[in-house]
């Protein structure tokens, strides 16, 4: 018996471009299990044709941040050789198969997806739902088992999505034959990337709400906002004790600062437990600590940058990667999609049984 494949999808809607959220979700580890080759295929996507469900009315923006999604994947060290990287909309296949999903699935059991509610609320699309924006599970699943993905690495708040795409799978597999795989989520190992907060204290770092360090910032931006960012409010005085619980600067903290970066600025701590501790017992002040913080940042962002002015001086070998990328996962797919049709019995111009079975029957008559 073969051995199964290790094969991983994961990707984003070019609506901006990428942020610390992003790169602690998802990035980071994409780069490691890059590095590690341990996986047969790895296909990243970028959503150009998700993006469009709430978009529909700015086609320019989706546009123009294909090339910046593509630009902060290479500045974080994805590698094209190692990986496929393409454009959602260039294969044709995923659309088909969201058609063919869509009768797999019910209006009330895409209601009740908890990711698609929270979006919709966050859209204000509550009275006015786009039904491309309302499917976006069904083409989600089109875009995991297309490429026959068994790991999906995710953000927390995209469980819901994958749940259903097992579903979708388990559906068909039963309805019709065993040609989909289903898929198994992927979260991120250290806890406060789960869900990175915003500068502002926002439960979400998101690109809707203008709270994001992203990974394309000037050193002077990148200052700027984590200077301003938002702690304890009741943390007026240094004496004052401190509540590191939801105060943003000590959970990119916990997602960012390793013990050599206390060796390297801040020696007199050996961990983040003993800066918490004295922050919570007071004697500490929030400048000495977000300090601590940008020097940390910085120390992710440095090589980020210098790779991202490297392909921003080399657009056309952007634009190439993306190219073959795409061409490549069109085969993919359209291998899937035939099997979706073959297994559907929608093959009528491949099926000699089915010309054969007619012949006698005209025969007959």
Same mark, same amino acid.
């Given at each position: 018996m073969a051995e199964k494949k290790k094969i991983i999808l994961t990707g984003d809607r070019p609506t901006g471009r990428l942020h610390l959220g992003h790169f602690v979700g998802s990035l980071r580890s994409r780069v490691e299990i890059q590095n590690k080759q341990d996986y047969d295929e790895m296909y990243i996507m970028i959503a150009d044709a998700q993006a469009l469900t709430d978009n529909a009315d700015n086609p320019e923006k989706i546009r123009e941040n294909i090339i910046e999604v593509a630009l902060d994947y290479l500045s974080v060290g994805l590698d094209p050789k190692k990986v496929t990287m393409f454009i959602q909309s260039q294969v044709s296949a995923l659309t088909e198969l969201t058609f063919f999903y869509s009768n797999l699935v019910t209006v009330s059991r895409l209601q009740r997806n908890p990711t698609v509610k929270n979006e919709i609320k966050l859209r204000n699309f509550e009275a006015n739902i786009p039904v491309g924006f309302f499917t976006y599970p069904i083409s989600q699943a089109a875009d995991i088992t297309a490429f026959k993905a068994n790991i999906v690495p995710v953000g927390e708040d995209q469980l819901p999505m994958i749940e259903q795409t097992r579903e979708i799978v388990r559906s068909f597999n039963r309805t019709y034959s065993e040609v989909l795989v289903e898929p198994e989520a992927v979260l991120p190992s250290v806890k406060a990337a789960l =869900?990175?907060?915003?500068?502002?204290?926002?439960?979400?770092?998101?690109?809707?709400?203008?709270?994001?360090?992203?990974? *394309?910032?000037?050193? &002077? +931006?990148?200052? =700027?906002?984590?200077m301003s960012?938002?702690?304890?409010?009741?943390?007026?005085?240094? &004496?004052?004790?401190?509540?590191?619980?939801?105060?943003?600067?000590?959970?990119?903290? &916990?997602?960012? *600062?390793? +013990? &050599?970066?206390f060796q390297k600025y801040l020696p007199e701590y050996p961990n983040l437990e003993k800066l918490k501790d004295h922050y919570s017992q007071g004697g500490l002040g929030d400048m000495k600590v977000k300090k601590f913080l940008l020097n940390v940042i910085e120390d992710v962002l440095a090589p980020i940058r210098e790779r991202r002015a490297y392909y921003e001086a080399r657009i056309d070998e952007v634009y190439e990667i993306l190219k073959q990328g795409s061409e490549k996962a069109t085969q993919a797919a359209n291998k899937t999609l035939k099997e979706v049709k073959d297994a559907m019995k929608i093959n009528y111009f491949e099926d000699k049984e089915l010309m054969n079975k007619h012949k006698e029957n005209a025969h007959v008559r």
């Open positions: =869900r990175l907060p915003g500068i502002d204290g926002n439960a979400k770092m998101s690109k809707s709400l203008g709270n994001g360090i992203y990974l *394309a910032d000037s050193k &002077e +931006e990148v200052k =700027r906002k984590i960012m938002y702690t304890d409010p009741n943390h007026i005085h240094v &004496e004052d004790p401190g509540n590191v619980k939801n105060n943003p600067v000590f959970t990119y903290l &916990e997602a960012f *600062a390793t +013990e &050599e970066h």
